[in-house]
């Protein structure tokens, strides 16, 4: 079993969002859609799963009491037979006519007049599988220490643009090279390519200033054959599992308990991992049943929303 101090990572939190407070007690629940726990290149012209398509992980939270909601589920009038409460039962079809729903409208006004806080996480697979490239070369360069994260973020922002753009010969760019398991030897050619791609863009005004920046240490980056980031990984492999997603909650908000629904795949990993802060044993989570718990059932119809 691996053991895992969080108090590096809180830190390291608090430097990258300094005027956030994480120390508030809250209790979150937790449920998830579109999990399909790995993305990986399959040929020189996709991926195994669409790219198009979010992993969202959130629910409610709420902070002091546990809130009684018998009268919400007394006013949504479901079957009685509903023996787990889901976004299909009070909606269907696509985002729009979701929104005609009677028993969707009486939900979400419930729920923004009670004392329940939403929340939740977003997760594009492309973005996620290409930022690495952005914070590799941020890595070999010499202005590392002086950019600021709206910066950064600004760069990522760019290349993932430009990367949508292209998918097609980015596609095959990255399936020609193993990535994100560049060698490196093949460093250099891999930058050439990359940029060359983007070369029509770099006149034009939103793209301008994103661009020549990570092609400036991009280049710096060749000269040390080195995408650390994108090297000594799986061949393909884009994305492993979600399990980060749900940790990052877990530690950033060390105060708070976290209900989460059952997923055997999380379950694994986080059995495998001791907690620890500042030394001593650490646990601020739990997994249930949704069946069991009304407020993991109220995150489904949330998230899958």
């Known amino acids: 079993m691996q053991q895992l101090e969080i108090a590096d990572l809180i ?7 300094p005027h956030l407070d994480f120390s508030t007690r809250y209790t979150f629940y937790y449920d998830e859609t579109n999990n399909f726990r790995k993305l990986h290149i399959i040929n020189e012209q996709g991926f195994n799963n669409s790219i198009n398509s979010n ?66 996480s977003s997760i594009n697979p492309l973005y996620y599988s290409i930022v690495d490239i952005v914070d590799s070369a941020i890595l070999e360069s010499s202005v590392m220490g002086q950019l600021d994260i709206g910066f950064i973020n600004g760069l990522k922002d760019t290349l993932y643009r430009l990367c949508k ?23 250099l050619s891999f930058i050439q390519e990359l940029t060359e791609l983007f070369s029509d863009y770099e006149d034009q005004f939103e793209f301008h200033l994103g661009l020549t920046s990570i092609k400036q240490m991009l280049k710096e980056a ?33 105060n708070s308990e976290h209900i989460l629904d059952r997923e055997e795949s999380i379950i694994y990993e986080m059995n495998g991992i001791k907690l620890t802060h500042q030394g001593i044993p650490f646990q601020n989570h739990e997994f249930r049943d949704s069946k069991s718990d009304l407020l993991i059932q109220l995150s489904d119809v949330f998230v899958g929303l």
């Open 165 to 187: 753009l292209e998918l097609p010969r980015v596609t095959d760019l990255f399936y020609r090279y193993q990535y994100p398991n560049i060698k490196s030897n093949q460093v």
């Open 11 to 17: 830190r390291a939190n608090q430097l990258m969002n």
């Open 222 to 254: 060749t000269k040390k054959n080195s995408l650390t980031f994108v090297m000594d990984e799986e061949d393909h492999v884009l994305m492993k599992d979600f399990f980060h997603f749900y940790f990052r909650l877990i530690y950033t908000f060390k």
């Open 55 to 120: 992993f969202v992980l959130g629910g409610f939270l709420y902070e002091n009491d546990k809130p009684n909601l018998d009268s919400l589920v007394t006013g949504l009038r479901l079957q009685p037979t509903i023996t787990e409460i889901k976004l299909k039962h009070l909606a269907k079809g696509d985002f729009l006519e979701c929104l005609k729903s009677s028993k969707l409208d009486y939900f979400l006004n419930y729920m923004l007049n009670s004392n329940l806080f939403a929340h939740y």
